[in-house]
Protein backbone atom coordinates (compact mmCIF):
# COMPACT_ATOMS: atom_id res chain seq x y z
CA UNK A 1 0.00 0.00 0.00
CA UNK A 2 1.32 3.20 -0.84
CA UNK A 3 1.63 5.77 2.61
CA UNK A 4 3.76 8.47 0.86
CA UNK A 5 0.42 12.07 0.13
CA UNK A 6 1.25 15.25 0.40
CA UNK A 7 -2.34 16.64 0.02
CA UNK A 8 -2.56 19.83 0.35
CA UNK A 9 1.22 21.17 0.18
CA UNK A 10 1.21 21.79 -3.23
CA UNK A 11 4.39 20.15 -3.07
CA UNK A 12 4.69 19.64 -7.40
CA UNK A 13 6.74 23.12 -8.21
CA UNK A 14 8.93 22.62 -4.88
CA UNK A 15 9.78 19.16 -5.26
CA UNK A 16 11.12 20.10 -8.92
CA UNK A 17 13.56 22.68 -7.24
CA UNK A 18 14.68 20.59 -4.66
CA UNK A 19 15.19 17.08 -6.53
CA UNK A 20 18.15 18.06 -8.32
CA UNK A 21 20.18 18.48 -4.88
CA UNK A 22 19.17 14.53 -3.72
CA UNK A 23 22.04 12.05 -4.54
CA UNK A 24 22.09 9.84 -7.73
CA UNK A 25 22.00 6.37 -6.84
CA UNK A 26 25.78 6.53 -8.16
CA UNK A 27 26.97 8.75 -5.10
CA UNK A 28 28.94 6.95 -2.86
CA UNK A 29 27.73 6.54 0.92
CA UNK A 30 29.72 8.40 4.22
CA UNK A 31 31.85 6.50 6.31
CA UNK A 32 32.44 8.72 9.01
CA UNK A 33 29.03 11.79 9.39
CA UNK A 34 29.49 14.56 11.83
CA UNK A 35 26.40 15.71 12.61
CA UNK A 36 26.13 20.07 13.17
CA UNK A 37 23.08 20.90 14.58
CA UNK A 38 20.82 20.99 17.93
CA UNK A 39 18.43 19.42 20.19
CA UNK A 40 16.64 17.91 17.44
CA UNK A 41 19.33 15.49 16.66
CA UNK A 42 20.17 15.01 20.25
CA UNK A 43 17.12 13.56 21.69
CA UNK A 44 16.72 10.15 22.13
CA UNK A 45 20.38 9.03 22.36
CA UNK A 46 21.25 11.12 19.45
CA UNK A 47 20.28 10.42 15.93
CA UNK A 48 23.13 9.61 14.37
CA UNK A 49 23.04 6.80 16.58
CA UNK A 50 20.01 5.17 14.91
CA UNK A 51 21.32 5.98 11.32
CA UNK A 52 24.50 3.85 12.67
CA UNK A 53 22.22 1.23 13.79
CA UNK A 54 20.56 0.77 10.24
CA UNK A 55 24.08 0.85 8.73
CA UNK A 56 25.59 -2.29 11.31
CA UNK A 57 22.03 -4.03 10.48
CA UNK A 58 23.45 -3.16 6.84
CA UNK A 59 26.64 -5.54 7.71
CA UNK A 60 28.71 -1.58 7.05
CA UNK A 61 30.18 -2.05 10.75
CA UNK A 62 33.02 0.58 9.43
CA UNK A 63 30.00 3.35 9.53
CA UNK A 64 30.61 5.88 12.59
CA UNK A 65 29.15 9.10 13.37
CA UNK A 66 29.78 12.12 15.86
CA UNK A 67 27.39 14.51 17.03
CA UNK A 68 28.55 17.99 17.64
CA UNK A 69 25.30 20.12 18.87
CA UNK A 70 24.40 23.16 20.85
CA UNK A 71 20.84 23.57 22.39
CA UNK A 72 18.71 25.60 20.35
CA UNK A 73 21.63 26.77 18.27
CA UNK A 74 21.14 28.19 14.51
CA UNK A 75 23.63 27.09 11.60
CA UNK A 76 25.57 30.59 12.10
CA UNK A 77 26.37 29.63 15.83
CA UNK A 78 29.02 26.93 14.83
CA UNK A 79 32.06 27.19 13.81
CA UNK A 80 32.38 24.48 11.23
CA UNK A 81 36.31 24.86 10.28
CA UNK A 82 37.63 24.20 13.71
CA UNK A 83 35.27 20.93 13.68
CA UNK A 84 37.09 19.51 10.72
CA UNK A 85 40.42 20.28 11.78
CA UNK A 86 42.48 17.42 10.97
CA UNK A 87 43.66 15.20 14.19
CA UNK A 88 41.06 16.42 16.86
CA UNK A 89 37.38 15.42 16.85
CA UNK A 90 36.59 11.88 15.79
CA UNK A 91 40.30 11.29 16.19
CA UNK A 92 39.40 7.84 18.19
CA UNK A 93 36.13 6.04 19.01
CA UNK A 94 35.07 4.01 21.33
CA UNK A 95 34.05 0.26 20.51
CA UNK A 96 32.85 -3.15 21.68
CA UNK A 97 33.17 -3.37 25.23
CA UNK A 98 34.17 0.57 25.47
CA UNK A 99 37.45 -0.58 23.89
CA UNK A 100 39.28 2.33 22.67
CA UNK A 101 40.23 2.61 18.78
CA UNK A 102 42.49 5.30 17.53
CA UNK A 103 41.45 5.94 13.99
CA UNK A 104 43.13 6.99 10.91
CA UNK A 105 45.10 9.89 11.13
CA UNK A 106 44.09 13.10 9.05
CA UNK A 107 40.66 13.90 8.11
CA UNK A 108 38.15 12.06 10.15
CA UNK A 109 34.59 12.63 8.30
CA UNK A 110 33.98 12.56 4.69
CA UNK A 111 29.97 13.60 5.59
CA UNK A 112 28.78 16.89 7.46
CA UNK A 113 25.19 16.81 8.05
CA UNK A 114 23.58 20.52 8.93
CA UNK A 115 20.72 21.63 10.13
CA UNK A 116 19.71 25.24 11.14
CA UNK A 117 17.35 25.86 14.21
CA UNK A 118 13.92 24.64 13.86
CA UNK A 119 12.68 28.08 12.53
CA UNK A 120 15.42 29.88 11.34
CA UNK A 121 15.41 28.99 7.89
CA UNK A 122 11.66 30.34 7.67
CA UNK A 123 12.34 33.22 10.11
CA UNK A 124 12.25 36.78 8.03
CA UNK A 125 14.83 37.75 9.75
CA UNK A 126 17.30 34.86 9.92
CA UNK A 127 16.18 33.18 6.57
CA UNK A 128 18.56 34.69 5.03
CA UNK A 129 21.56 34.41 7.61
CA UNK A 130 20.39 30.31 7.07
CA UNK A 131 21.68 30.89 3.25
CA UNK A 132 24.74 32.99 3.85
CA UNK A 133 26.19 30.24 6.62
CA UNK A 134 24.93 27.33 4.27
CA UNK A 135 27.55 28.54 1.30
CA UNK A 136 29.71 29.34 3.94
CA UNK A 137 29.59 25.49 5.76
CA UNK A 138 29.54 23.65 2.90
CA UNK A 139 32.64 25.44 1.13
CA UNK A 140 34.33 24.94 4.10
CA UNK A 141 33.44 21.25 4.12
CA UNK A 142 34.04 20.51 0.56
CA UNK A 143 37.66 22.36 1.68
CA UNK A 144 37.87 19.54 3.74
CA UNK A 145 37.53 17.04 1.15
CA UNK A 146 34.19 16.23 2.79
CA UNK A 147 30.51 16.10 1.33
CA UNK A 148 27.74 18.63 2.98
CA UNK A 149 23.95 17.47 3.47
CA UNK A 150 21.03 19.48 4.83
CA UNK A 151 18.87 18.20 7.39
CA UNK A 152 15.20 19.16 6.16
CA UNK A 153 13.56 19.93 9.75
CA UNK A 154 10.35 19.55 10.47
CA UNK A 155 7.31 21.94 11.38
CA UNK A 156 5.91 22.17 14.83
CA UNK A 157 3.00 20.09 15.44
CA UNK A 158 0.87 22.72 15.83
CA UNK A 159 1.97 24.68 12.55
CA UNK A 160 1.94 21.71 9.89
CA UNK A 161 2.82 25.23 7.11
CA UNK A 162 5.77 24.90 8.37
CA UNK A 163 6.70 22.07 6.41
CA UNK A 164 6.29 23.83 2.97
CA UNK A 165 8.33 26.17 3.97
CA UNK A 166 10.92 24.83 5.38
CA UNK A 167 10.99 22.17 2.24
CA UNK A 168 10.89 25.06 -0.03
CA UNK A 169 14.31 26.58 2.20
CA UNK A 170 15.95 23.34 2.82
CA UNK A 171 15.44 23.29 -1.37
CA UNK A 172 16.73 26.27 -1.99
CA UNK A 173 20.17 25.70 -0.04
CA UNK A 174 20.41 22.08 -1.61
CA UNK A 175 20.45 23.54 -5.32
CA UNK A 176 22.17 26.39 -4.83
CA UNK A 177 25.01 24.58 -2.78
CA UNK A 178 24.55 21.62 -4.87
CA UNK A 179 24.16 19.51 -2.25
CA UNK A 180 22.04 16.43 -1.19
CA UNK A 181 18.86 17.37 1.13
CA UNK A 182 17.47 14.73 3.81
CA UNK A 183 13.54 15.21 3.46
CA UNK A 184 12.57 13.94 7.32
CA UNK A 185 10.39 17.27 7.32
CA UNK A 186 8.46 15.90 4.41
CA UNK A 187 8.28 12.84 5.84
CA UNK A 188 7.02 13.69 9.05
CA UNK A 189 4.08 15.43 7.21
CA UNK A 190 3.34 12.18 5.58
CA UNK A 191 3.81 9.84 8.79
CA UNK A 192 1.22 12.15 10.39
CA UNK A 193 -1.05 12.43 7.38
CA UNK A 194 -1.26 8.47 7.11
CA UNK A 195 -1.41 7.70 10.78
CA UNK A 196 -2.29 10.51 12.88
CA UNK A 197 -2.32 8.62 16.33
CA UNK A 198 0.99 7.73 15.98
CA UNK A 199 2.95 10.42 18.20
CA UNK A 200 5.91 11.75 16.58
CA UNK A 201 6.25 15.00 19.11
CA UNK A 202 7.66 15.22 22.77
CA UNK A 203 4.44 17.24 24.98
CA UNK A 204 6.69 20.76 23.69
CA UNK A 205 5.57 20.08 19.89
CA UNK A 206 8.69 20.42 18.55
CA UNK A 207 11.17 17.54 19.85
CA UNK A 208 10.77 13.97 18.61
CA UNK A 209 9.69 11.00 20.05
CA UNK A 210 11.48 8.26 20.01
CA UNK A 211 9.74 7.10 16.60
CA UNK A 212 9.88 10.19 15.60
CA UNK A 213 13.95 10.14 15.54
CA UNK A 214 13.59 6.89 14.02
CA UNK A 215 11.60 8.10 11.06
CA UNK A 216 14.03 10.83 10.59
CA UNK A 217 17.02 8.37 11.08
CA UNK A 218 15.52 6.16 8.19
CA UNK A 219 14.84 8.88 5.82
CA UNK A 220 18.97 10.11 6.54
CA UNK A 221 19.74 6.49 5.76
CA UNK A 222 17.46 6.32 2.75
CA UNK A 223 19.19 9.71 1.12
CA UNK A 224 22.60 9.18 1.81
CA UNK A 225 22.86 5.18 1.23
CA UNK A 226 20.58 5.10 -1.10
CA UNK A 227 19.00 1.86 -0.39
CA UNK A 228 15.66 1.12 1.25
CA UNK A 229 15.15 1.03 5.03
CA UNK A 230 12.02 -1.43 4.46
CA UNK A 231 12.43 -4.58 5.93
CA UNK A 232 16.07 -3.95 8.32
CA UNK A 233 16.16 -5.63 11.63
CA UNK A 234 16.95 -2.36 13.19
CA UNK A 235 13.59 -1.53 15.00
CA UNK A 236 15.73 0.17 17.89
CA UNK A 237 12.91 -0.31 20.81
CA UNK A 238 9.88 0.08 18.48
CA UNK A 239 7.46 -2.80 18.13
CA UNK A 240 8.22 -4.55 14.74
CA UNK A 241 4.84 -2.81 12.76
CA UNK A 242 5.41 0.75 13.73
CA UNK A 243 9.33 0.27 12.57
CA UNK A 244 8.08 -0.91 9.39
CA UNK A 245 5.45 1.45 8.72
CA UNK A 246 8.37 4.53 9.58
CA UNK A 247 10.77 2.62 7.28
CA UNK A 248 8.09 2.54 4.37
CA UNK A 249 7.24 5.88 5.00
CA UNK A 250 10.87 7.23 4.35
CA UNK A 251 11.38 5.13 2.05
CA UNK A 252 8.40 6.67 0.05
CA UNK A 253 8.90 10.25 0.98
CA UNK A 254 12.75 9.85 -0.61
CA UNK A 255 11.60 8.00 -3.58
CA UNK A 256 9.29 10.65 -4.49
CA UNK A 257 11.74 13.15 -3.46
CA UNK A 258 14.08 11.90 -6.15
CA UNK A 259 11.98 11.03 -8.88
CA UNK A 260 10.05 14.12 -8.49
CA UNK A 261 11.77 16.36 -11.35
Same mark, same amino acid.
Given at each position: M ?11 A ?8 VA ?13 G???F??N???H????G?A????N????G ?10 DW ?12 G???FV???E????? +??R??D??? =??D???C?? /? $?Q *?G?V?HK ?5 V ?5 A???P???M???Y???P ?10 GK???D ?8 G??? +?A??K??P? =??L ?5 ? /? $?? *???T?LAA ?7 Y ?6 SS ?10 Q ?6 WDTT???V???
Open positions: KVFKFAGLALAMLHLAATATAASPAPQALLWVNSFYYNSMNFVLFRADKETARTSLTISGSGIHDVSAYLKPGLIRYSGDNLKFNK +AGQFGVV =LMCSQPV /H $P *LPFYAKRHRTIRKGAEFFFSWAKDKEMTEALAKAYAGVNHARVIPALAF +AAVARE =LEYQRDKR /H $PT *LAGYATTYATLGKSPVGYVSTLDAPTAFLQQIAQAYKSR
